[in-house]
């Protein structure tokens, strides 16, 4: 291990290796809104440690699911939410990185990077400090006092990650994180996502609309169904780790895609047939 | 470069001025000549630096305060809506009586002081700080609120780390706006029976019908908007540094 990886790991906690126990747990979980049921009775299990990919079709109630567990939204009664066992308020104790990159165009990228730290009341020149040790690894280096607007669409979306892995939580909530992205900026920055979670060991529950990318980086694949949204199938990936895109063209990776574009299709097929009604 | 786009154009209408009453032989009753002008205010200096000043104090005075009652009241419109519900066409209609007739009624309750200006300065500042900044704050995306609540942040963090510099755009445009409402107010005030200020000697010169006189007094008026233009817009580029690369 290099000095900076060495001054990294003692900057940030360090998760420790997949253990049994569930990180985030989640029985029954419900939400209606208004008229439209968008989650029906969500049972789903990840490990402390797990890589878990979500996809489903849209409209699914991924949004939903994925505000629920970041403490946005209430479940309705009757489910329960347990973050290491426990049922609390999972405001502040989910890293949770939506869609759009949402960085403030007057931070530069130490500053937005620092948010999250900055709110939890961390000094701002520590964090900062964290910060510029952890560039190089998201591939910001020499970048960070530039603005966003400074910035590709990939090396925002780094930072927001970096922003998003400075908030120093066990669990982290990828929303769709390289949907905007180009093809080839996406198959970049999953093998480096792959490859920062490893070193840093956080749990992940990452939702995308690319099967691909489902396999490619999950531990398990977990299916939504169409509206309203339950777990339809959970598939485990038992490809090996470190994975590198000659992956997406083995006969194992075929075959679990296979299997996960039958249950994909067929709700999407559903949520079609409701809309056309 | 920054400071000679600011001069020239002063200067080409300092030379259009004089051109054009020498060319086109404008009486001095209508325009006098910018150096006769410029000369009285020399003759007269210290009397119209004091001028300056006061009404510069009374201007500033009421734009500050207006300023920040507009944000907060913004913000407590932008929390609470049923505050927004009931205020807010007050302020509207606030908004619609003439200054003047507010004039009066102010300089009746506080007399001829640096208040009873501050006071109208204030009036016609403080509402359009109030629909810009509420405006600035509406427009703030709700899953940037969400993503700081995420992190824990408490109504205060997203004031201050999001809310605030999120409107900070709209409310400068505000400000500028009313650097010059402010002056306006100030001088207004001033009619209604002060002796010294800008408004004071406007007044006067009208009176006595000095033309040069009252057009020493609008100089010194536009250099009091002027100042109070170019602090904001100050400010502004180092707060808003970041609106034009939007």
């Known amino acids: 291990m290099t000095d900076a990886a060495d001054q990294l790991d003692q900057l940030l906690t360090v998760g420790e290796a997949p253990a049994a126990r569930a990180k985030l747990q989640l029985n029954g979980v419900s939400r209606r809104f208004g008229a439209v049921q968008a989650l029906a009775k969500v049972d789903l299990g990840i490990a402390e440690g797990e890589f878990v990919t979500l996809i489903g079709p849209s409209g699914c109630g991924k949004s939903t699911l994925f505000n629920i567990v970041a403490g946005l939204l209430e479940a309705d009664t009757g489910g329960e939410v347990l973050l290491d066992g426990a049922a609390t308020s999972l405001l502040g104790k989910v890293a949770f990185m939506p869609q759009r990159d949402l960085l403030l165009p007057w931070r530069n990228v130490l500053d937005n990077a620092i948010l999250a730290a900055e709110v939890e009341g961390r000094p701002k020149r520590a964090a900062r400090e964290t910060a510029r040790a952890m560039a190089a690894d998201f591939g910001l280096k020499g970048f960070e006092d530039h603005y966003p607007q400074q910035l590709s669409g990939g090396m925002r979306q780094r930072v927001a990650l970096m922003r998003t892995f400075m908030f120093d939580r066990d669990l982290m909530l990828l929303d769709e994180p390289f949907g905007a992205l180009d093809a080839l900026t996406r198959a970049m920055m999953q093998r480096w996502l792959l490859d920062i979670w490893s070193r840093y060991r956080r749990t992940i529950l990452f939702i995308t609309h690319d099967i691909d990318e489902a396999i490619f980086l999950g531990d398990r694949v977990v299916v939504m169904s169409a509206r309203p949204g339950s777990i339809k199938l959970e598939r485990r990936v038992e490809l090996p780790r470190p994975r590198d895109p000659a992956l997406l063209t083995t006969p194992a990776f075929n075959a679990i895609k296979r299997e996960l574009l039958d249950a994909v299709e067929e709700e999407s097929m559903k949520t079609f047939a409701a809309g056309a009604a | ?246």
């Open chain 2, 1 to 246: 470069m920054a400071l000679l786009r600011l001069v020239l154009p002063l200067l080409l209408l300092a030379a259009l001025w004089e051109g054009a009453v020498a060319l086109l032989q404008i009486s001095p009753f209508y325009l006098p000549p910018l150096r006769q002008v410029l000369g009285a205010i020399w003759a007269l200096g210290p009397a119209y630096a004091q001028a300056f000043m006061v009404t510069l104090g009374e201007a500033v005075a009421g734009f500050v305060v207006g300023g920040l009652v507009g944000v907060v009241s913004a913000t407590a419109f932008h929390h609470q809506r049923w505050l927004r519900d009931m205020l807010f066409p007050l302020f509207v209609a606030s908004q619609t009586v003439p200054v003047i007739a507010f004039g009066a009624i102010v300089v009746l309750w506080f007399g001829n002081t640096l208040l009873a200006k501050a006071a109208i300065a204030f009036y016609l500042t403080f509402f359009p700080v109030t629909v810009n900044a509420l405006a600035g704050f509406e427009a703030v995306d709700p899953r940037q609120v969400a993503l700081l609540r995420s992190f824990g942040a408490s109504r205060r963090d997203i004031w201050w780390k999001l809310l605030l510099p999120s409107a900070l755009p709209r409310i400068f445009t505000a400000l500028r706006l009313s650097a010059g409402l402010a002056l306006a107010g100030a001088i207004v005030g001033e009619w209604f029976g002060a002796s010294i200020g800008v408004g004071a000697m406007l007044l006067a010169a009208l009176f006595n019908e000095q033309v040069v006189a009252m057009w020493a007094a609008i100089l010194t008026a536009a250099a009091v908007g002027g100042a109070i233009f170019g602090v904001v817009a100050l400010v502004e580029a180092r707060l808003v540094f970041w609106r034009d690369e939007l």
